[in-house]
């Protein structure tokens, strides 16, 4: 019986391993669909970026007291995966508490550390829980997140308090189990723990089945919940646990706010000024802006998975907030569901086939793109500085510059900048008077 549970277990864990293994490789694909970029410089304000932005969140603690709720629930995850790896191996080699004899006495501090921090996760999701269905703040009622974002982040938040409970409730039988010296529970003992021993007076009148029952219950759904878990996160906003780390390292290290240049157009302009420098051969017509996810760079791509829909970039948005239609996080979220469904349609026919749609007009509308003033509130905004405003200006680039789609105030002050050098209607012949007035 003791093996077949280990031959369970290992099934289990491999079956896991190899759905997360082959969704996160569609993931990677999916963002170099992109365009290449080359982010090899300063390595050193790259890693520091890695260490203040995705480890120690530092955008987060402007609002201090949600800063350390989340600190609590992001230290939950990574900490608590140290238990994990014990109850991996407990059932890889039928073993029971593995790391109590290496340990010794500093097993107990972990895991008294691992029940403190469990009850913090426990506690921190119940407000989360709270703010989101109750207190009902703004920017997680958006229309953004109608359907499935909003179910999302309720399910994540109930799993979470689910495992919690499970290892607390675990620890608690088996410590039980241990004081009554029955069976292999009795090899290791550990004494109580620091907040699972609140539970044991509620199994003192239960029998040693069935808190064995209760113990091995726990714990195959404690770890089968965190394969599940696993699974889960691709498919979920919460990838950005994930991958919260490598966004923070390839950030744009250049100011807040600069725009980058088109070579393709600054060469059209010198090519125009000086035609004896164009190049004798026409190659490849290029094209302006972005239509498609495929022609957002893949640092972009990287960014609408990384996106974790918390609204922050929509709340501080001064377009959104005047009632305009723009959301950035809308801007994010629609790109991941379009690159999702040009992953979807490769996965099928094997190579991406034209569908009639593109992330410009079907996901993002022509009138979301004209309010942003790209002011930037929402790269600033951003805890792990995901850009929308990148993907707006590259979208409202092919807008006016493929589609020659724009407002007729444009249209006046490009005609102007085209034949007077300046956005005014003035000769050039005359800057010096429109200059000094």
């Known amino acids: 019986m003791h093996y077949l549970q280990q031959i369970a ?100 501090f972990l895991i008294n550390c691992f029940e403190w921090l469990a009850l913090g996760v426990l506690v921190v999701c119940i407000i989360f ?37 499970l290892f607390l409730t675990m620890n608690a039988a088996d410590t039980t189990l241990q004081a009554r010296g029955v069976g292999h529970f009795a090899e290791h003992i550990t004494g109580d723990f620091a907040v699972s021993s609140w539970l044991k007076p509620l199994m003192s009148g239960w029998s040693d089945v069935a808190l064995m029952s209760i113990e091995r219950v726990c714990w195959w759904l404690h770890i089968a919940g965190i394969f599940a878990f696993l699974n889960y996160l691709p498919y979920s906003k919460h990838l950005h646990i994930l991958l919260a780390f490598p966004n923070a390292y390839y950030a744009r290290l250049y100011p807040e706010g600069k725009m980058r240049n088109m070579p393709a157009i600054q060469n059209e302009v010198l090519y125009a000024m000086q035609p004896e420098l164009a190049p004798s051969e026409s190659g490849e017509t290029p094209s302006f802006g972005a239509k498609d996810v495929t022609d957002l760079s893949w640092r972009n791509l990287l960014d609408a998975y990384s996106c974790t829909e918390c609204g922050r970039c929509t709340a501080s948005c001064p377009a959104n907030i005047t009632g305009k239609l723009l959301s950035p996080r809308k801007i994010m979220m629609g790109t991941r569901d379009r ?51 990148e993907i707006i200006l590259e979208l409202r680039r092919s807008l006016v510059m493929e589609e020659s789609n724009s407002p007729q105030e444009w249209n006046s002050m490009f005609s102007n900048v085209e034949n007077n050098f300046a956005p005014w209607k003035f000769s050039p012949d005359e800057r010096d008077a429109w200059v000094t007035q």
């Open 129 to 165: 829980l709270v703010r989101r269905n109750i207190l009902k703040l703004k920017r997680f009622i958006s229309r953004d997140l109608d359907g499935w974002p909003r179910s999302d982040a309720n399910y994540i938040l109930l799993t979470e308090i689910i495992l919690m409970s």
């Open 339 to 389: 690159l999702e469904e040009v992953g979807k349609n490769i996965n099928t026919n094997g190579s991406f086939q034209p569908d009639g749609k593109s992330l410009l007009h079907d996901y993002i509308s022509v009138e979301e793109l004209r309010a942003c003033t790209t002011c930037n509130a929402c790269v600033e905004a951003c805890p792990v500085s995901i850009s929308p405003l």
């Open 9 to 108: 277990f290992v099934l289990l864990a491999a079956v896991a391993v190899w759905f997360f293994s082959r969704k996160i490789s569609q993931v990677r694909r999916n963002i170099l669909l992109g365009k290449d970029e080359d982010f090899s410089d300063q390595p050193n304000a790259r890693w520091n970026n890695v260490l203040l932005l995705a480890f120690g969140q530092k955008k987060m603690f402007k609002n201090p007291l949600v800063a350390v709720m989340h600190f609590i629930i992001y230290a939950g995850f990574i900490i608590i995966n140290a238990e994990v790896l014990e109850i991996i191996l407990d059932g890889i080699f039928g073993t029971h508490r593995l790391f109590t004899g290496p340990l010794g006495g500093f097993y107990n």
